[in-house]
């Protein structure tokens, strides 16, 4: 995948949505909640295939900080104190392209769990 970057980034505070644009002409709109338990730092996704740790209880995080990492990506953090992920541009553009799915999935794996989400 050719790796677009981005032309803007707001983060909506009362939404909890980071908005942000592409050089192509997308634009998506990522609830915070959905950073955080697709974040891809090794606390979430483990250290290989299998190891991932669903997050839970993470419909209220927000994000009070965000510093760009060089010129391909970004490092959150968020409200709940976790800090170490990097969104690479592409990972912020399969995040917006996915979103649907990805969010889905993760209310199937809550449910699984015996953790369903709380409207």
Known sequence: MTVVNPTEITLHQ???VLE???EDGRRFELPF????VYSPSA???GHGPGQEILQIGKQDVG???VRPVG???ICPT????????IYTWEFLYELGSR???LWDDYLERLKQAGQPRPD
């Open 78 to 85: 968020f409200s709940d104190g976790h800090n170490t992920g």
């Open 33 to 36: 909640e959905l950073m955080r």
């Open 20 to 22: 942000i644009a592409f």
């Open 99 to 101: 979103r649907q799915s």
């Open 63 to 65: 994000i009070s900080d």
């Open 43 to 45: 606390e979430v996704r």
């Open 14 to 16: 009362k939404s909890r």
């Open 71 to 73: 010129n391909y990506g």
